[in-house]
């Protein structure tokens, strides 16, 4: 079927409640396992003596030993992360003020136990992003060890944004874990996935869960988006042309996942 988009924020204070308090557990467990698995090495990585890095963000962080949780929503992966993780610094990123009120809430509400992960609103691309003169990587403490987003491609119009971000912030040799619905080849199969697996949800989920499946990307897709910026970042010198790219797999019956090392 053809993509139909949806609204690329989720920030009426209902929808982001809603969010907030369904029952994600297994999804952002299984996400949480996937890139852990994926990572295959000790977090973060030996800086050299004096650098600085891991543990509470600060005047000694070191750029490099991060994770960037892209479109966050209200901070279920990010929070896993930095439990997994506790001497990795992970920051959350979402566009909607909403989600992340509702992340940052959370963590105030348990002092002390994540010193290292912080939430900030902003709106990709990076671009303008900080205040002029200030490189906008460097103010969000990049570039990072690892670049992860769930569910955030389907929601951007230009689908672009979100791998010209990855390119902005991975650091040499960055673990990219991005995971996705993928779009249905037709409008019975996603009606047919919404009543499997939203159909006890709330209105507002299965509404959601139903727009979301058409927003979506194909595997032939998002092939497509990754040469286009791969042609782009080997013209302006930010890749080698030798790099093999990120792999794009289909993965059950309704999910993306695009994987891979940044190069260097």
């Known amino acids: 079927m053809e993509r139909i988009v949806e609204p690329e924020l989720m920030d009426d204070p209902l929808q982001a409640r809603a969010y907030a308090e369904a029952d994600f557990d297994r999804s952002d467990q299984a996400f949480a396992e996937r890139f852990l698995a994926l990572m295959g090495q000790p977090f973060p990585r030996p800086q050299p003596p004096g650098a600085g890095g891991g543990g509470a963000w600060g005047p000694s962080s070191a750029p490099g030993d991060g994770i960037v949780d892209l479109g966050c929503g209200p901070g279920n992966i990010s929070f896993r992360l930095a439990s997994a993780l506790p001497q990795a610094r992970v920051v959350g990123l979402d566009g909607a003020a909403t989600m992340v009120a509702l992340a940052e809430t959370q963590r105030q509400l348990h002092p002390g136990l994540w010193p290292q992960l912080r939430f900030q609103q902003l709106r990709l691309p990076l671009a303008g992003a900080a205040s002029p003169g200030i490189d906008p990587v460097a103010a969000l403490g990049g570039p990072f060890a690892a670049v992860v987003s769930n569910s955030l491609l389907h929601h951007l119009h230009d689908p672009l944004v979100l791998w010209h971000t990855v390119g902005q912030l991975a650091a040499p040799g960055a673990t990219i874990y991005i995971k996705d619905l993928r779009r249905p080849?037709?409008?019975?199969?996603?009606?047919?996935?919404?009543?499997?697996?939203?159909?006890?949800?709330?209105?507002?989920?299965?509404?959601?869960?139903r727009a979301s499946l058409a927003a979506a990307f194909t595997a032939a897709e998002v092939e497509a988006q990754l040469a286009q910026a791969f042609h782009r970042w080997s013209a302006n010198g930010t890749l080698p042309t030798a790099w093999s790219g990120l792999t794009v797999a289909e993965v059950e019956d309704r999910y993306l996942e695009i994987h891979g090392r940044w190069p260097g």
């Not at 409008?187 to 047919?192: C, G, I, K, L, S």
């Not at 996935?193 to 507002?204: D, F, I, N, Q, S």
Request: charged share 30%; glycine share 4%; aromatic share 8%.
């Open 185 to 209: 080849a037709s409008a019975v199969e996603a009606d047919a996935l919404t009543e499997r697996y939203a159909a006890g949800a709330p209105a507002v989920l299965r509404r959601d869960f």
